[in-house]
């Protein structure tokens, strides 16, 4: 009986076995199934996860994938971060049970969170950061009580963040949902985090939170390193009990509407590093105690009401690296404590009312930013500036120093900009500045500087100089547009000589009958080569774009009849019409024109480089002779039957009506095509034109950038004394949107009174239409875009057209919207495109308005890049759709 029962037992334990075996088996097939049903929701368009595939057995070893020791395997990790994945998050996730860590950071995941995660009871660890993640996170989410680590930073995320996080998150210690849309009320939700004892960063930076800063903050806990809640909602003042956060390394408040002083208690955050609170409401001086802060390396504070003197404690700084005190209205000299710091790179002080002299520099061997323009500032320029020897950037302009420009300065061997203008400045103009390889602007305009001009290095550039005002200066380059030095006249006998005047008058005029001679012959000599351009190729004829024959072109129009002419303009007419069963639009070129044929090469070469779905695309072409044998040249686009951004702005019986959220839209599509022309074209590009007439509305109202007749590639941008010769006759553009160069400044001229009419005035005016940045035969930049850009954003706010007959005397629409920015705003802008409004959209029209003037500023250094300003409208825009 005993061998019968010892044989049974056996069989018994190996079933037991067997099926233990098959249960693992199944476990591990189950998690494997899980990681695959992951994958089948996602884009992998680089195949990162090549690896995971159905045959392979140890899926442990797959690509991102962690597990435990366990038998059988159970996911405990997975990291995928940066692999360019796109797609959703599965529901499945939620089956692997035991898994503690989900890094999908830097990816392009496009869905809702799904509501699954929430039953991950023991993960720890999730970053989901720098996704498109977008709807209301679920609610069964906060109940992830295990959380330590929680990342949703820049993503498209809204709803209101529960008031009780802290209780939800007891373990919680990097908390960042930056660049998001929630909302919520600041007070309870900073008051629930203070029983989070391990807390290190909280981050709800560019969010919609409103409320005040509750006393409780100095409740947190003493572990917090990082408090982020620059770019919300938030008013009221700074508590005092700001200063119990001892090991505080990084503070930014900026971008809300906090007021009142800044706490004195702030010099108890010993430790802090980096502190933000620029864009406030804040007033009252900088406290005293700011000097204790020993570990301080970045600190601004602009754009507030602060006032008082700069504290002398902030030399006390020794690791002060960046600081921005800018646009407040602080007073007094500038302590020689601050200008003791050798570790300073950028020191912005400029927009305050500061007096006295300039502090020596000599210590701040690692200046590289100084910017102190619009202030009182008196004195001279210290010599030890030019001992700085990583200075590359120094704007002191809009101030009342004297004296003249230091010799030192041919030391600055790494200077790039340089801003003097509107002071008391006399002598001449150093010849060392030709040699300075690096400078690439220069403003010496509105002082007292006489003399000869150098030539060479910067100066043979006119569009990045400025020497307007100095009525003492003469000679230098030609395209500076200066009097020679020979008709320079003694000052005592200047009031006195007006035959000097008419000499110069007659010499004008006799130069500008020559001019256009020369322009009149190089007219006839092209005109006679056009048939000889004829069978040249063009440069469509080796793409896929298949020409038409001209009597496909009339038929398509019913002979060019009146009745299907949509508009006209510099070089031809646009008319509608049916080819191939499509509606198109026909550009044809009146080739009588000086210039169409060059605008028709030109538009071909521009539209067979550029793909985007922001600028117009070209159907097909026709380059061919017509019935009577001339020759004949037209572009044939998609037609657009909603009209042009102009009908927009300014409609007449039209019935169109631009609303706020159009015109957001209709901001960014143009700025995100002229971003691709600027920075992401195999050859960079510049439009040349932008101006409403040129932005084409679809009928869901996305813009489309049109007409590239004036456009040019950067890398060809600079022309041939022949191309500038036969492009002398017109501006490349349209006024009122041209970059203005030097010619606003026109309005600083007085000739009404022949006594103290300047021999240089006849001059100037004669030749002001060629100093614009888009004066042809000047360098073309993208900053110019740029320009024109800001305008239409201006116009598209005020319904001003730039061109407006209240824009006279040297005013203009910068200047008009300018003066009114930012506590009247709203009173200038267009009525009919704004309706009922609330705090938030206020905010995104003061932002707006903000990129318009930035774009369109004087000076195109000062300007914002097209790249930059693509991603502050879609900021702008996340904000206003978190807001409706």
Excluded at 559 to 569: K, Q
Excluded at 770 to 782: D, K
């Amino acid at each position: 009986m005993f061998p019968l029962f010892s044989v049974l037992v056996s069989l018994f334990i190996i079933s037991l076995s067997q099926s233990d075996s098959n249960l693992i088996s199944v476990a591990a097939a189950s998690e494997q199934q899980t990681l695959l049903n992951i994958k089948s929701k996602l884009s992998d368009p680089l195949s990162a996860l090549a690896s995971w595939r159905n045959d392979s057995i140890n899926f442990c070893k797959w690509r991102g994938v962690t597990c435990d020791d366990s038998n059988p395997p159970h996911v405990t990790a997975l990291d995928l971060t940066g692999l360019g994945l796109a797609g959703s998050l599965s529901p499945d996730i939620a089956h692997l049970t035991l898994i503690e860590k989900i890094n999908l950071q830097n990816n392009s995941l496009c869905a809702e969170m799904p509501v699954e995660l929430g039953r991950i009871n023991g993960l720890k660890h999730l970053d989901l950061s720098y996704n498109q993640f977008y709807g209301l996170v679920p609610n069964s989410f906060y109940n992830i009580s295990s959380l330590a680590y929680l990342n949703l930073y820049y993503n498209n995320l809204t709803g209101a963040l529960p008031p009780n996080l802290g209780q939800r998150f007891p373990q919680i210690q990097i908390l960042d949902v930056g660049f998001n849309h929630f909302d919520g009320d600041l007070i309870n939700l900073i008051t629930s985090l203070a029983n989070c004892s391990a807390l290190h960063t909280i981050d709800f930076f560019f969010n919609n939170l409103s409320g005040s800063l509750p006393n409780t903050i100095g409740n947190l806990s003493t572990k917090l390193q990082k408090l982020v809640l620059g770019y919300n909602n938030i008013s009221g003042s700074i508590p005092r009990e700001i200063g119990n956060l001892v090991n505080l390394t990084e503070l930014d408040l900026s971008g809300n509407y906090f007021e009142g002083i800044l706490p004195s208690t702030i010099g108890s955050l010993s430790n802090l590093g980096r502190m933000q609170i620029s864009y406030n409401i804040l007033s009252g001086p900088i406290p005293d105690s700011i000097g204790n802060l020993t570990k301080l390396y970045f600190l601004t504070l602009m754009e507030n009401e602060l006032n008082g003197t700069i504290p002398a404690s902030l030399g006390n700084c020794t690791r002060l690296q960046i600081l921005k005190i800018c646009s407040n209205r602080l007073e007094g000299a500038m302590p020689r404590e601050l200008f003791s710091l050798t570790s300073m790179i950028k020191l912005d002080a400029s927009h305050n009312q500061l007096v006295g002299s300039i502090p020596d520099v000599s210590s701040m061997s690692s200046l590289n930013y100084l910017s102190l323009r619009g202030n009182n500032l008196t004195g001279t320029i210290p010599d030890s500036l030019g001992f700085c020897p990583s200075l590359e950037e120094l704007f002191l302009g809009d101030n009342l120093i004297q004296g003249s420009i230091p010799e030192t300065f041919k030391n600055m061997k790494e200077i790039t900009s340089l801003g003097l203008s509107h002071n008391n400045l006399s002598g001449r103009i150093p010849e060392f500045f030709g040699t300075l390889h690096t400078l690439q602007y220069l403003n010496l305009a509105f002082n007292n500087l006489v003399g000869e001009v150098p030539t060479g290095g910067i100066f043979s550039n006119a569009s990045a100089v400025s020497l307007l005002g100095n009525q003492g200066l003469c000679g230098g380059d030609s395209e500076l547009h200066l009097p020679s030095c020979a008709f320079q006249v003694p000052e005592a006998s200047k009031k006195s000589s007006k035959m000097v005047v008419i000499i110069c008058a007659i010499i004008t005029i006799a130069v500008l009958i020559c001019f256009c001679l020369i322009v009149s012959i190089l007219y006839k000599l092209r005109r006679n080569k056009r048939i000889a351009k004829l069978h040249t190729p063009v440069p469509f004829s080796k793409d896929k774009y298949k020409k038409v024959a001209y009597s496909d072109i009339a038929k398509a129009t019913d002979g060019f009849s009146s009745n299907n002419l949509v508009g006209s303009g510099s070089f031809g007419s646009v008319y509608k019409g049916m080819l191939d069963n499509q509606a198109v639009a026909v550009k044809v070129f009146d080739l009588e024109q000086h210039g169409a044929l060059r605008s028709f090469n030109s538009e071909c070469e521009s539209l067979r480089n550029i793909r985007h779905k922001n600028l117009v695309g070209v159907i097909t072409l026709c380059s061919s002779l017509d019935f009577k044998g001339n020759e004949f040249k037209s572009l044939v686009f998609k037609y657009i039957p909603n009209g042009s951004l102009d009908e927009w702005i300014h409609p007449k019986s039209s019935g169109k009506k631009l609303s706020f959220s159009d015109g957001i839209n209709i901001a960014m599509d143009v700025a995100s095509g002229l971003s691709y022309l600027h920075h992401h074209c195999a050859t960079p590009m510049v439009h040349c034109d932008i101006k409403p007439g040129n932005i084409l509305i679809e009928t869901d109202m996305t813009a489309l950038v049109s007409d590239f007749g004036l456009a040019r590639f950067l890398a060809a941008s600079h022309s041939t004394s022949a191309e500038v010769s036969t492009t002398l006759v017109g501006l490349k553009g349209t006024i009122g949107y041209i970059p203005p160069g030097k010619l606003r400044n026109f309005k600083y001229h007085n000739f009404s009174n022949c006594n103290n009419f300047h021999t240089s005035h006849i001059i100037v005016v004669v030749f002001a239409i060629f100093t614009a940045e888009y004066a042809l035969g000047s360098t073309i930049s993208t900053q110019g875009d740029v320009y024109s850009f800001g305008i239409v954003l201006l116009e598209m706010l005020t319904g001003k057209r730039p061109t407006d007959a209240m824009f006279k005397d040297g005013s203009n629409i910068h200047a008009y919207v300018s003066s009114a920015f930012p506590e009247k705003i709203i009173e200038i802008l267009d009525p009919s495109m704004f309706g009922e409004m609330n705090m938030d959209m206020e905010k995104c029209i003061i932002q707006l308005v903000h990129v318009g003037l930035a774009c369109s500023k004087e000076a195109p250094k000062d300007r914002m890049r097209m790249e930059d300003v693509a991603a502050e409208l879609s900021k702008i825009k996340q904000i206003y759709l978190g807001s409706i």
